[in-house]
């Protein structure tokens, strides 16, 4: 079946770092592929999505391309922030008729601090 | 524009007893979701409506889970009787009709069972 995997957090940064958060994926055929966001104390809310290979969704200063070579999804900031601390999840979707739900990662919190 | 509201927000019950959620989905989403949000996972989909015919309940342990969606707008997810096990946090989630469209997710609904 469809699966996602995500590095293992959690991962804490200083403001203006670099950030990767790496993403791989199973599944067949052409799944898009969908980065969400969970800030403290709120909902789910997608942050970038890429439909099809080679995509780059971009969001807020974060990038990720959708790689089909390599299956992966990887998550990128150039300079975080202390406001980007939040817990991030990889997700993807093949939609089949009407049913299109998102297979999620597990998450991965992400700490910034000043 | 409200977004999906849910119902309540905390819930904490012994186990062997019965819990009911409420879903208010985005005026005019087609589509309703449910998933199940184990601490330190992803989330799982349990079930998704599409207007208020069901289009997967493949996850659901029918056994002690049921959701309803009447008229197609809001939605209701039981569980009886509770296990320990059934300890999460309870997703909505709504789209519009179509591939690839967004969801947008409610705050959820922590369900502790003791």
């Known amino acids: 079946g469809d699966s996602v995997t995500q590095m293992e957090g959690p991962v804490t940064l200083s403001e203006e770092a670099f950030l990767t958060i790496n993403c791989t994926y199973t599944?067949?055929?052409?799944?898009?592929l969908f980065w969400y966001v969970q800030y403290p104390g709120e909902g789910l809310q997608l942050l970038l999505k890429?439909?099809?290979?080679?995509d780059k969704g971009s969001n807020k200063g974060f990038e990720a391309t959708y790689r089909k070579e390599t299956t992966s999804f990887h998550l990128e900031k150039g300079s975080v922030q202390v406001s980007d601390s939040a817990v991030y999840f990889c997700?993807?979707?093949?939609?089949?008729?009407?049913?299109?739900?998102?297979?999620f990662g597990k998450g991965i919190t992400l700490s910034v601090r000043p | 524009e409200a977004g999906v509201a849910q119902s309540p927000r905390y819930k904490i019950i012994e186990k062997r007893q019965s819990v009911a959620f409420w879903c208010n989905p985005i005026?005019?989403?087609?589509?309703l979701y449910w998933y199940q949000q184990i601490l330190g996972q992803g989330p799982k989909l349990l079930i998704q409506?599409?207007?208020?015919?069901?289009?997967?309940d493949s996850q659901l342990p029918k056994d002690r889970f049921s959701a309803e969606r009447l008229k197609g707008v809001d939605s209701t997810l039981k569980i009886q009787p509770a296990k320990l096990e059934d300890s999460a946090v309870y997703l909505c989630?709504?789209?519009?009709?179509?591939?690839?469209?967004?969801?947008?997710f409610g705050q959820g609904t922590r369900l502790t069972v003791v």
């Open positions: 989630a709504s789209s519009l009709e179509g591939k690839n469209t967004e969801a947008f």
């Open positions: 599944a067949t055929g052409y799944p898009s």
């Open positions: 890429a439909t099809k290979a080679d």
């Open positions: 997700a993807l979707t093949r939609s089949s008729g009407a049913n299109s739900k998102l297979t």
């Open positions: 005026s005019g989403h087609a589509t």
């Open positions: 409506f599409q207007n208020n015919g069901v289009v997967d």
